[in-house]
């Protein structure tokens, strides 16, 4: 009975941690959906301009650039999950042990600087930022370039579907603003319960809304990550307000994107050697946090 208990506990936890990658996934995919349905079907969907006007190129150029994102996202998304950025099977050097190390008493090593423990991986995370609870992964050395590369497809994709869904709004509120449409806008889940509104109207209300909650979500995520890499700033020196490790703006965004920083996040494919081990970093100012 107990072993059966705790194999339900474990398939319970395992299916917990998986849900925030899922229900992304989902969503990413059906945003996808649906503006390739505007694309294909609606656009544009005000009656007073014609259909001609969306010519086959054109229509063809919109639906390239929504699986260039696509494509960009889930690479990135799944190279980001691939990418283990912990101290396993890392040699860390043996018995040098210098400023800024630290002893783990969980993973039972010394640590180099930059690194720590995070509980939720239960392992320590080279140059960790934070642990991630969207793809239930740390953010670290070694994976920074994949996160940051996902982001920045997800503001993109999702600033492109608040642009056209932005005629969803314009239909809605163009029969008027009423009780019923602004409604439907901010609660269409209760007036889908109440039958209020038909499946497709609260479809296209409630990815509507997600593109646009998401939109602002992700561009706080992915400003706060450019300001953190221009300044060679983790997460957590961030909050102890300290730059220990700033190399000048060039040089801190090819600490986390790699050699090949111009180019690399067009495409995962393309390789880029980070400069670093992700152990030993050049110290250039305090590790004291600022006053
Ligand atoms: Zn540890
Ligand atoms: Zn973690």
Not at 212 to 237: C, D, K, N, P
Not at 253 to 278: A, K, M, T, V
């Amino acid at each position: 009975m107990v072993s059966m208990g705790s194999k339900l506990w474990c398939r319970a936890e395992r299916l917990c941690r998986h849900m925030p990658v899922v229900l992304n996934t989902v969503l990413v995919f059906s945003i996808t959906a649906e503006v390739s349905y505007l694309v294909l079907v609606e656009a544009p969907l005000e009656p007073s301009l014609k259909k001609s006007e969306w010519t086959s190129t054109w229509k063809t150029l919109h639906l390239l650039a929504q699986y260039f994102m696509l494509g960009n996202i889930t690479w990135n998304a799944w190279l980001f999950l691939k990418t283990s950025p912990s101290i396993r099977g890392v040699f860390l050097g043996g018995e040098i042990v210098g400023q800024g190390w630290r002893y783990c008493y969980t993973c039972e090593t010394h640590t180099p600087p930059r690194c720590s423990h995070c509980y939720d991986c239960n392992v320590c995370v080279l140059r960790r930022d934070h642990h991630c609870v969207f793809f239930g992964q740390c953010v670290g050395f070694r994976n920074y370039r994949f996160f940051l590369s996902c982001l920045f497809f997800m503001w993109s994709g999702l600033l492109y579907a608040v642009v056209m869904n932005a005629e969803v709004f314009i239909v809605i509120l163009k029969e008027g603003v009423t009780f019923h449409s602004v409604m439907l806008l901010m609660v269409p889940w209760i007036m889908l319960v109440t039958g209020q509104v038909t499946a497709q109207a609260f479809a296209f209300a409630f990815i509507a809304d997600t593109c646009v909650i998401g939109f602002l979500l992700v561009s706080a995520f992915l400003f706060f990550h450019i300001g953190l890499m221009l300044r060679g700033q983790t997460t957590r020196e961030w909050y102890s307000s300290r730059r220990p490790y700033s190399l000048g703006t060039l040089a801190n965004i090819r600490e986390c994107l790699g050699e090949h920083w111009f180019l690399c996040w067009i495409c995962p494919l393309i390789p880029s050697p980070l400069p670093g081990d992700g152990i030993n970093f050049k110290l250039t100012g305090s590790l004291e946090p600022a006053q």
